[in-house]
């Protein structure tokens, strides 16, 4: 997971607050995933499912451009071993033993141990699958 946004850039001096112009921050969440879920079959091709979602990072970072004194680069401090994210989804039987699978996963619980920010994190997710069994 990863994603990036751009942020005013700003610096407390003895004269107020300067503005310096506009920050980009790219940050990365990698990420061993262990979905367990429960699934309904409807109507053939169509099943729905409910689950949660095992979330285990592995190295978060962050990376500023510009970087400068209060905005450096490097790994993203207090951020929970262990995430979960609760989830729905829904699926289609395609022929060849292939499906499509799609969920949304949502932000109900922080990401972070402490901060002065609250950081959650919410996803869709659609895949391609093949079935080894029908």
């Known amino acids: 997971m990863g994603g990036h946004e751009t942020l005013p850039g700003v610096a407390l001096t003895n004269?107020?607050?300067?503005?310096?112009?506009p920050k980009k921050?790219?940050?990365?969440?990698?990420?061993i995933q262990?979905?367990?879920?429960?699934?309904?079959?409807?109507?053939?091709?169509?099943?729905?499912?409910?689950?949660?979602?095992?979330?285990?990072?592995?190295s978060p970072e962050v990376q500023?451009?510009?970087?400068?004194?209060?905005?450096?680069?490097?790994k993203v401090e207090n951020i929970s071993t262990l995430n979960?994210?609760?989830f729905?989804?829904?699926?289609?039987?395609?022929?060849?033993?292939?499906?499509?699978?799609t969920r949304y996963h949502f932000n109900f619980f922080k990401i972070n141990n402490a901060g002065i920010m609250d950081m959650k994190i919410g996803f869709f997710q659609i895949g391609?699958?093949?079935r080894f069994k029908s």
Request: aromatic share 18%.
């Open 64 to 74: 500023f451009t510009p970087e400068d004194l209060l905005s450096k680069n490097g």
């Open 88 to 101: 729905l989804g829904a699926e289609y039987q395609l022929k060849n033993r292939l499906f499509l699978d």
């Open 84 to 86: 979960l994210f609760p």
């Open 34 to 58: 262990v979905p367990v879920s429960v699934k309904y079959y409807l109507i053939q091709p169509f099943s729905v499912s409910a689950g949660i979602n095992f979330g285990f990072n592995l």
């Open 25 to 31: 921050m790219d940050y990365k969440f990698p990420q």
């Open 15 to 21: 004269n107020g607050i300067v503005e310096f112009g």
């Open 128 to 130: 391609l699958g093949y």
